[in-house]
């Protein structure tokens, strides 16, 4: 019945907010108001369920709530929790470390810390201060958590080091320079982070049913490799050390995989029925080549030489690949978003690493014939002004090129100029 009851308050918050309801209600006055010596604050009580480990479920579902209304009430947890406050910190950490707890209940645990990051600051400052089980930290025991051995085993699944790099990449995102610099300087951390791009190009994610867990963690990967790439600071030996443990050819598997991905541009289901703008915030693909570009684009402006020449052309035919691919049909939503953030990245490429290309003739072909094929009469490809100025401008900067031989240009200038008329 409890476990009922909570499933029920779950859904009613989030709908109550959803609504954006003007009028104050009585469960958001119930949220809002303070407890007192006499009455439990709601968050309190429902937190005396987390500790039912006999009913697991029970005590996943009352973590979801509490991230629920971490997230949309005003009211802030840590001043709910009162003098419990520390110890539901030290019961939470404490399961948090147990290599016994079930998983799903550690995922939902590090969902609620995450949340915390953005919503609730006091809460955890609080769970960062605190120690369990001999002076060990969450930062601690986020570390032994996904360890590299630990990885993709029954001590830390798929959906658990997802939680677990999400809430990594929200502390850096969030500027906590203190608590990041600590992780830092762990090169056991890096190692951790890297691990996964190599791991999962292996047996792990061969179904269809792994490929977004993929997916997502990729995103992930990439964008702390990124944040960590823009301080452009040559003693972080532990990240560097880190890095060269990924092979040329395991860049160029990995960057193979992401282009694959967006391809197939396999959205959920349920977005069919999402507006045009939510449907591209949730889009997977989208967030991962968001994730990709970020990467790329840091890795040059850090001046690294992560990327040999080989993996260099290699990403470059694969960006212009995959752009032709997704204008050669008809283009969704999502399509022209990826559409614009492509043809942006190839022109990056371009101006970046064009020391390092020499297949001018045939990448000039197929963005002409890309855009030749947008601008004939009854297309059905209607291309948006930022996709096309991302081809014009890789055009001409090909055109500019002094490495190619002139005939190579001459070749197509009949088409170069209907483009344009």
Request: contains cysteine; proline residues 3%.
């Amino acid at each position: 019945m409890i476990s009922f009851g909570t499933e029920v308050l779950d859904l009613v918050i989030l709908e109550q907010y959803s609504l954006q309801v003007a009028k104050t209600t009585s469960l958001e006055s119930c949220l809002s108001t303070q407890g007192n010596a006499s009455q439990c604050h709601i968050a309190r009580i429902i937190s005396s369920y987390t500790y039912h480990r006999h009913h697991t479920r029970l005590a996943v579902i009352s973590t979801q709530l509490l991230n629920v209304i971490a997230q949309e009430s005003r009211m802030s947890l840590l001043s709910s929790f009162g003098e419990d406050a520390h110890s539901i910190r030290s019961g939470f950490l404490r399961r948090l470390a147990l290599r016994s707890e079930d998983p799903q209940f550690k995922v939902v645990l590090i969902e609620l810390l995450t949340t915390c990051v953005a919503h609730q600051p006091g809460l955890l400052e609080l769970f960062l201060s605190g120690k369990a089980m001999q002076a060990t930290s969450l930062l601690d025991i986020t570390q032994e958590m996904i360890s590299v051995n630990k990885q993709f085993t029954h001590l830390c699944p798929g959906h658990l080091l997802l939680a677990a790099f999400n809430f990594v990449l929200a502390l850096w995102t969030s500027g906590r320079q203190r608590v990041t610099q600590q992780l830092s300087d762990n090169k056991a951390f890096w190692e951790a982070v890297v691990s996964p791009l190599t791991k999962m190009l292996g047996p792990m994610g061969t179904t269809s049913d792994t490929h977004p867990l993929k997916a997502k963690l990729y995103c992930n990967v990439l964008q702390l490799l990124a944040y960590q790439l823009y301080q452009r600071d040559s003693s972080l030996n532990e990240f560097h050390s880190a890095l060269e443990n990924v092979t040329q050819s395991q860049w160029q598997e990995i960057c193979t995989f992401l282009h694959k991905e967006l391809k197939a541009i396999s959205n959920p289901p349920d977005e069919s029925t999402l507006p045009a703008d939510k449907a591209m915030r949730y889009s997977s693909a989208v967030h991962l080549l968001d994730s990709y570009r970020m990467f790329i684009s840091t890795m040059w402006l850090a001046e690294s030489s992560l990327f040999k020449q080989e993996t260099r052309l290699s990403v470059m035919n694969q960006v212009l690949d995959t752009l032709s691919h997704t204008l050669s049909g008809e283009l969704t939503p999502v399509d022209q978003r990826l559409a614009s953030m492509l043809s942006s990245l190839y022109f990056e490429l371009l101006t970046q690493w064009s020391s390092h290309f020499t297949d001018w003739a045939s990448s000039y072909h197929k963005l002409a014939q890309a855009l030749h094929a947008s601008t004939n009469d009854g297309a059905d490809i209607h291309i948006l002004p930022p996709t096309l100025v991302g081809i014009l401008a890789s055009l001409q900067l090909i055109c500019s090129q002094k490495l190619q031989a002139k005939s190579s240009i001459d070749s197509t200038s009949t088409s170069y100029n209907i483009l344009f008329c």
